[in-house]
């Protein structure tokens, strides 16, 4: 079992540590002020993105730190899930580098079911674009009436009419929606198959965002932030009718292409939280040194020298488990390392939330500002713990394998209460 990066990885994370620290360190705080002063609140249609994006996209592209999370040599970064961990981890110390080197959420995942699944038309027609950073995706799961928990109870559904698939359902947190360049979704929902599994019922299909029948409702605000100029949105698709050819894959493939997203991406959700954890531990330490309270620095004030302490034990814990994780789902693949990738999203978005937590209350009101990233980190924390499957819900299935090793499959699921 072996950690290290590849010499390859090495020299892309050398380059990308430089670029967050030359070019977005220092504009980034002026970036989010800029969003926040032409704010249109929740009025999305009149959104923009940052002025400086685009320059940092192309300089980023034309140093090759584009497309890092795709392992394909000639599309991507080429890079194994392993290597790809380190630069996961220093972008995730910043809220625009994931933007800036085109390996942000939900595009990435996307970018990865065309990839895998795609047809060369799909490809062709979204795929390209969405590599080159001309347009952006969302994706369409998440449904408002129904606990999620559980993605069975989905209601949406794809239904097959002749040579056309027509969507129905309301989904929310669709994340990016409210961006100008949001062009296509993935919308997963139900098309009932009878004599099929529970988890063969449900199908993946493109559609564009301008397809007759979609109406945006509203962006949903994060602890009262509405994420601009991304946004999470809250859509309804009536009689959506797009060809038989978008659907991704083949009818009733939605949850193997869900597992097949998933995997990779929770990697990389988990390696930015502890990037976002050593930035907060960063600006903890810099707080404590620089302020004095009743004669004192406050990093010798109330435990915080322990608190620093116990963040530097927690993160590096969460990275070797992440580290771990990413390593079998190389050596396995993501069904065999299924209780390494549920551990980690339980581990990592409570270890951020924890260390950053800290740092907030170190920092006084001006943590709970936005003058640093803190509170940015603080929602990223408490959204990822229920992102991609809560908390309670990796923590069962890790209690099912570990219950069916010890030979009691029958009794791997909770009984239900009568």
């Known amino acids: 079992m072996d950690f290290n990066p590849s010499e390859k990885s090495k020299a892309m994370l050398e380059l990308a540590t430089r670029f967050i620290r030359e070019e977005i360190e220092p504009i980034e705080h002026a970036a989010w002020e800029e969003i926040v002063a032409k704010s249109n609140g929740g009025d999305w249609t009149?959104?923009?993105?940052?002025?400086?994006?685009e320059g940092l996209k192309s300089r980023a592209r034309t140093l090759g730190l584009w497309n890092l999370f795709l392992p394909d040599e000639k599309l991507g970064g080429g890079l194994s899930t392993l290597d790809y961990a380190p630069i996961a981890e220093v972008t995730g110390r910043s809220l625009l580098a994931p933007e800036v080197f085109n390996c942000n959420a939900p595009d990435s995942g996307n970018m990865e079911v065309?990839?895998?699944?795609?047809?060369?038309?799909?490809k062709a027609e979204?795929?390209?674009?969405?590599?080159?950073?001309?347009?952006?995706?969302?994706?369409?799961m998440t449904e408002p009436d129904v606990a999620s928990s559980d993605a069975t109870n989905m209601q949406a559904t794809?239904?097959?009419?002749?040579?056309?698939?027509?969507?129905?359902?309301?989904?929310?947190?669709?994340s990016g929606l409210g961006h100008p360049n949001?062009?296509?979704?993935?919308?997963?929902?139900?098309?009932?198959?009878?004599?099929?599994?529970?988890?063969?019922?449900?199908?993946?299909?493109?559609v564009p965002l301008d397809t007759k029948g979609i109406e945006i409702l509203r962006m949903v605000p994060v602890f009262g932030d509405f994420d601009e100029p991304h946004g999470h949105g809250e859509v309804q698709?009536?009689?959506?009718?797009?060809?038989?050819?978008?659907?991704?894959?083949?009818?009733?493939?939605?949850?193997?292409?869900?597992?097949?997203?998933?995997?990779?991406?929770?990697?990389?959700?988990?390696?930015?939280?502890?990037g976002a954890a050593e930035k907060s531990l960063e600006l903890?330490?810099?707080?404590?040194?620089?302020?004095?309270?009743?004669?004192?620095?406050?990093?010798n004030l109330g435990g915080n020298r322990e608190r620093i302490a116990e963040a530097r034990i927690a993160i590096d814990q969460a990275r070797l488990l992440t580290l771990y994780a990413a390593w079998k789902l190389d050596e396995v693949g993501a069904?065999?390392?299924m209780t390494e990738i549920s551990a980690i999203k339980v581990v990592a978005p409570n270890v951020l939330q924890r260390v950053v937590d800290d740092a907030i209350q170190l920092h006084g009101g001006a943590g709970v500002s936005r003058d640093t990233l803190l509170t940015g980190f603080f929602a990223q924390a408490r959204s990822l713990r229920l992102a991609d499957g809560p908390d309670e819900v990796h923590k069962g299935l890790i209690a099912k394998i570990e219950l069916a090793k010890r030979g009691f499959a029958k009794h791997s699921s909770a009984p239900e209460k009568k």
């Open 46 to 53: 009149k959104w923009r993105p940052h002025s400086c994006i």
């Open 114 to 122: 065309l990839y895998r699944y795609g047809s060369d038309a799909q």
């Open 126 to 140: 979204w795929l390209t674009p969405l590599l080159a950073g001309e347009i952006r995706s969302v994706f369409c």
């Open 158 to 174: 794809a239904i097959l009419e002749g040579d056309e698939i027509v969507l129905n359902g309301r989904k929310w947190w669709t």
């Open 182 to 206: 949001a062009k296509v979704a993935i919308f997963m929902a139900r098309t009932p198959s009878a004599g099929e599994s529970r988890h063969r019922q449900h199908s993946m299909v493109l």
């Open 237 to 274: 698709f009536t009689n959506v009718r797009v060809p038989k050819s978008a659907v991704i894959g083949e009818l009733g493939m939605g949850f193997e292409i869900a597992q097949g997203r998933l995997g990779p991406g929770r990697i990389h959700h988990c390696m930015r939280c502890i």
């Open 284 to 299: 903890m330490i810099d707080r404590g040194m620089s302020r004095t309270a009743f004669g004192k620095p406050l990093v």
């Open 335 to 337: 069904l065999a390392a």
